[in-house]
């Protein structure tokens, strides 16, 4: 059964930094690019970027373009959201999800998500 | 990349067949039959239910249906259940050089 597992909800403070895991299991890791998506409270899905763990063939959707990193380690088949400097606007739900492809569109299996709120 | 238009609700009665639009562009929705609709209950991850414009992952009930003409993609419920409520989201492949291209959700209420 493919799985996807993230980190557990943060808690953190303006100016801080996060970095928010996804675990998959059940899959060849390597074979399958990762997206992330950001929800914030009572809005919609926007993907943020799509990394192909192979190779570390990252990109970004233009409104994340340099505010925000994504990485993995194919070593423990885990990938990674990379926040910086964190501000309240932050706050929301963070989901990774396996892609077929690159384009991001078709993505069958998500992580059950990871709440970050941001205040001081 | 522009994203999908959907409308912010949508209502219905149990029993009754619904249809959401996803209104894309030439683009997008009109030249690929590359489409997905998941659904996402409250305080869950989103369910991929359609890709591909009409094809339903293994598990999802036939009560979900999806189809395309021109620029714009539907989804239809039929056989409406009060756990159906949940907020309904279209995607559609843009292009090699498009990510997640998504609509901007359409909330369904089950009266």
């Known amino acids: 059964e493919v799985q996807l597992v993230q980190s557990g909800a943060e808690v953190k403070k303006p100016g801080e930094s996060l970095k928010i895991s996804c675990k998959g299991s059940g899959y060849r890791f390597t074979n399958f690019w990762i997206v992330w998506v950001r929800q914030m409270p009572g809005k919609g899905l926007e993907c943020m970027g799509i990394?192909?763990?192979?190779?570390?063939?990252?990109r970004y959707t233009p409104p994340f373009e340099g505010q925000v990193r994504i990485s993995a380690d194919t070593s423990i088949n885990t990938a990674y959201l990379h926040l910086n400097n964190l501000k309240a606007s932050d706050t929301a739900t963070y989901f990774c999800a396996r892609a077929l492809d690159s384009s991001g569109y078709h993505l069958p299996n998500w992580g059950q998500g990871t709440p970050v709120t941001v205040f001081s | 990349q522009s994203a999908l238009t959907q409308p912010a609700s949508v209502s219905g009665s149990p029993g009754q067949s619904i249809t959401f639009s996803c209104s894309g562009t030439?683009?997008?929705?009109?030249?690929?039959?590359?489409v997905s609709w998941y659904q996402q209950h409250p305080g869950r991850a989103p369910k991929l239910i359609i890709y591909?414009?009409?094809k339903r992952p293994s598990g999802i009930s036939d009560r979900f249906s999806g189809s395309k003409s021109g620029n714009t993609a539907s989804l239809t419920i039929s056989g409406l259940q009060t756990d159906d409520e949940a907020d309904y989201y279209c995607a559609s492949y843009a292009g090699s050089h498009a990510i997640g291209v998504f609509g901007g959700g359409t909330r369904l209420i089950v009266l």
């Open positions: 591909e414009v009409n």
């Open positions: 030439r683009s997008d929705v009109g030249i690929y039959n590359l």
């Open positions: 990394i192909h763990p192979d190779d570390s063939d990252t």
